[in-house]
């Protein structure tokens, strides 16, 4: 089960630590980059949006709105390396009022999250991303 030299466990992690780099860069071209074209993404708590254009306009919204860097990142993958999934905490700043939450003025907070990766032809191809919404709402609020 070796690719490469690689085990495909073993590229699916690096795949998805890549991915987080890239963000926590900011280097949005190159997350884009790591998707596949039809790249399904399930929002935390919202809808389910197809394709890279959609995606690039998500992640545009999020940096009106959110300063987020992911640290102690932890990824675990299947042996196929098919599916991934991972755990991390967000340290950001809410900067810009986003739709439906409560008013932005700076608030700084630290979150739990995770992820859930299906991953094709060395790409990724579904990104569901979790997190506690109504933590999140008690950090920014209090």
């Known amino acids: 089960m070796r690719i490469d030299g690689t085990r ?16 926590n860069r900011g280097d949005r071209d190159g997350m884009l980059a790591l998707l596949g074209d039809d790249v399904v993404h399930d929002l935390n708590q919202g809808a389910r949006e197809t394709g890279k254009d959609a995606f690039a306009a998500f992640l545009r919204r999020m940096d009106t ?14 042996q196929d390396g098919d599916r991934a999934a991972a755990e991390y905490l967000v340290h950001g700043e809410y900067l810009h009022d986003d739709e439906g939450l409560p008013p932005a003025h700076g608030q ?35």
């Open 65 to 78: 709105s959110y300063r987020e860097q992911l640290r102690d990142i932890v990824v675990l993958a299947s």
């Open 108 to 142: 700084k907070y630290v979150l739990p999250g995770g992820a859930f990766f299906d991953i094709r032809d060395d790409l990724i191809v579904r990104v569901s991303n979790y997190y506690n919404l109504r933590d999140w709402i008690g950090q920014i609020s209090g």
């Open 8 to 23: 495909r466990q073993d590229r699916a992690i690096e795949l998805v630590l890549a991915y987080y780099a890239a963000f």
